[in-house]
């Protein structure tokens, strides 16, 4: 059993930064993949980025790219998501994920074993 625990989430304004961070109760060597996804009302939840864990590839989605860092510190088992550049289409609620499969659809959510209970990113115009 994985337990993920996301902090970081704030208010923020537009241009403005935060810092996601998802601590796991394992080495994260222990998964192959963890991501980021976001859920916003009424719509579904979609990837963000992901990281596997082993060669350290990142992979993220094309309405972020050069906005957002996915990175991990494996002596802390944390895996970070740095948000740059905030819009207000980014205010949703965020959540890390973990799995064993390291299969190539990191956005897919129904693929990860082991989630967070996420945390608010508002960003206000």
């Known amino acids: 059993q994985v337990q993920l625990v996301e902090s970081g989430g704030g208010s923020v304004q537009a241009g403005g930064s935060l810092r996601l961070s998802c601590a796991a109760s394992?080495?994260?060597?222990?998964?192959?993949?963890v991501g980021w996804f976001r859920q916003a009302p009424g719509k579904e939840r979609e990837g963000v980025a992901a990281?596997?864990?082993?060669?350290?590839?990142?992979y993220y989605a094309d309405s972020v790219k050069g906005r957002f860092t996915i990175s991990q510190d494996n002596a802390k088992n944390t895996v970070y998501l740095q948000l740059n550049s905030l819009k207000p289409e980014d205010t949703a609620m965020y959540y890390c994920?973990?799995?064993?499969?390291?299969?190539?659809?990191?956005?897919?959510?129904?693929?990860?074993?082991?989630w967070g209970q996420g945390t608010q990113v508002t960003v206000s115009s």
């Open positions: 994920a973990a799995r064993y499969l390291s299969v190539s659809n990191w956005w897919s959510p129904v693929s990860y074993n082991y």
């Open positions: 990281i596997y864990t082993g060669g350290g590839r990142t």
């Open positions: 394992v080495d994260t060597y222990s998964v192959a993949c």
